[in-house]
């Protein structure tokens, strides 16, 4: 095994961009870039977002997003963005993916779920022998998590008891790095891992499971998350070369494990990417082969609150994971963040799977991203910067190195700061959380411990897990078309912290006002500015001395009068806490 995985990334360049107008719908369209700009130029203006002396061409900069990986995405694909680029690594997979399901029930049988749609078993954890009763273990791949030797020989066991041997896609599990990546202190030892990987290469199936998962659950960006399964992978490639095997053995032992988000053309992405720079390290240590991907839609994106929206997330997940190429798919059920996921969310989950082969015959084509302007570039830049991630790992020692000194985490947290801070300022909003709560809703009831990971809406969580006593009255000022935007938005960002609210209703003056008040400590004034300039102090000044200790106003910038303000871009659980603070 070499350690050459610190030098670049660059390959030669196999595809050549077709230069020219801009392609859209019909052969007679003939819309060039200028027009494109011109048009999108005027709606931004329209929106307040450019202003007349702006140029057109200024929508790219305006519309330009940027990732957590510090990677601007265009908000057009254009030819240009292929020049110079590389695309190799693309997904070879044909036909469909393996629908795998996780099994966690300590007795319960696996035989239901390969009877309704899932191809292969993922036994996360209970008894070997309860969970595999009449499963044909010739057909069905099985997946160990966290495999250890006395589990990976107690499955060989009862294939041979059986007079079958495993398929040839099972996978022992061992991964004694993500084990310590999720602070697991029964993480497998390396000496447990060459052992299971030995009676893998023995027996025909796959030994060791690089679970990039681990670090996503934790915070990690994209080129965080493939960074690390590289520097991993590399890691478990020295071992198992170091324990007698080649390099070839070595890697074909190798199976993936990334996290699907809703964000399609990122995971997609990811996947392409992350396989094309499998590719580069297994060059550069001499050998050759493909990168096996398993994606699980991930955890962290889900929500305990309104769950039904998880469905659709898992979806677009399970789609985009599709797409990417991936050679197995797991959707994660959308009641997993309640216990542990009925008969109904497990079924939802393979049917996703089902429904995207079966019908939409998604799987019918092999990369079917590949020559989209758009992928094509996020893919290019989401390996060169996982490169980079791996280039960092490595220069301090390796993936064991950068876990102990702390440095990989490090970075992993500073990500994750970041998104905390788009979702408290729900610039990254999450649906039926932190935007359009249902604060009467009646959550399915579930038994066990949820998902332990750090999901992306857990400071909204606390919050509606805590509700306040109390409501908050919201004062609106003038008839309903005044107040109804700043009003609607008050109450959605109230809701998104528990708390719900008293409204006023239309009125004509302070004297409407107080009539609806009934005494509720917080009171949050919603009006237009002409009506805050013209009777909003009064308002305030009223319903203090009726009761109200504490006046907030839907505005950017609170006015003299009032304690608070709200608006769009507020970090809304600093505002959430201080309110829910007044009303104790």
Request: hydrophobic share 45%; with cysteine; proline share 5%.
């Amino acid at each position: 095994m070499t350690d050459e995985v610190a030098g670049g990334l660059e390959e030669p360049e196999e595809l050549q961009p077709e230069q020219g107008a801009l392609r859209l719908a019909a052969p007679e369209d003939d819309a060039t870039r200028a027009d494109w700009e011109k048009a999108a130029a005027a709606v931004l203006r329209k929106g307040g977002r450019l202003t007349d002396d702006d140029s057109d061409d200024a929508v790219w900069a305006a519309l330009t997003r940027t990732t957590y990986d510090g990677i601007p995405v265009p908000p057009l694909g254009t030819p240009d963005l292929l020049d110079d680029l590389v695309t190799s690594g693309r997904p070879t997979r044909t036909g469909d993916w393996d629908i795998r399901v996780p099994l966690h029930e300590p007795d319960g049988t696996a035989l239901p779920d390969l009877e309704n749609g899932a191809t292969s078993l993922w036994l996360v954890s209970g008894r070997l022998a309860d969970q595999l009763e009449g499963v044909m273990l010739d057909l069905a791949p099985v997946v160990l998590e966290n495999g250890t030797p006395s589990t990976a020989r107690r499955l060989l066991e009862i294939a041979a008891e059986r007079g079958i041997r495993l398929h040839p896609d099972s996978n022992l599990g061992a991964d004694p790095l993500g084990t310590r990546v999720r602070g697991d202190s029964h993480s497998g030892s390396d000496e447990g891992m060459v052992e299971i990987a030995r009676l893998a290469l023995e027996h025909g199936v796959r030994g060791v499971v690089v679970d990039a998962t681990s670090a996503h659950d934790l915070g990690a960006s994209d080129a965080q998350e493939v960074g690390y399964s590289l520097a991993a992978g590399a890691t478990y490639l020295r071992m198992l070369t170091a324990a007698g095997m080649t390099v070839d053995e070595a890697a074909g032992l190798l199976e993936f494990r990334y996290a699907a988000t809703d964000e399609q053309f990122p995971t997609i992405a990811k996947l392409r990417a992350a396989r094309r720079c499998w590719a580069r390290l297994l060059g550069l240590s001499g050998a050759s082969g493909e990168q096996r991907q398993h994606a699980v839609t991930s955890r962290a994106m889900l929500s305990a609150y309104d769950p039904w929206v998880n469905m659709l997330r898992g979806t677009v997940a399970a789609f985009a994971a599709g797409v990417g190429g991936a050679e197995a798919v797991t959707v994660v059920p959308f009641d997993s963040p309640l216990g542990e996921p009925d008969a109904f969310g497990r079924r939802i989950a393979r049917n996703v799977s089902s429904l995207l082969l079966a019908e939409s015959h998604v799987g019918a084509v092999t990369d079917p991203a590949g020559g989209a302007y758009a992928v094509e570039k996020l893919t290019d830049d989401l390996a060169t910067a996982a490169w980079a991630e791996l280039q960092r790992i490595e220069g301090v020692g390796g993936i064991g190195a950068a876990l102990e000194d702390g440095s990989f985490l490090g970075r992993v947290e500073g990500v994750a700061a970041t998104r905390a801070r788009d979702v408290a300022t729900r610039a990254k909003p999450i649906t039926g959380l932190s935007e359009f709560p249902h604060l009467g809703e009646t959550l399915p009831e579930r038994v066990g411990r949820p998902d332990q990971v750090r999901r992306w809406g857990a400071a909204f969580e606390a919050l509606r897990a805590d509700p306040p006593a109390q409501h908050v009255f919201l004062a609106t000022l003038g008839p309903v078309a005044q107040h109804t935007a700043r009003a609607s938005f008050a109450a959605n960002l109230l809701a998104a912290g528990g708390i719900p609210v008293d409204v006023a209703g239309a009125t004509e003056g302070v004297e409407d006002v107080v009539t609806a008040y009934q005494g509720q400590r917080v009171v949050c004034l919603a009006g237009s500015d002409t009506a805050y300039d013209a009777w909003g102090r009064d308002a305030a000044e009223a319903l203090r001395g009726a009761g109200a200790t504490r006046v907030i106003v839907v505005v950017t910038d609170a006015p003299a009068w009032a304690d608070d303000s709200c608006a769009a871009g507020v970090d809304a659980v600093e505002f959430l806490t201080r309110t829910r603070e007044a009303l104790r």
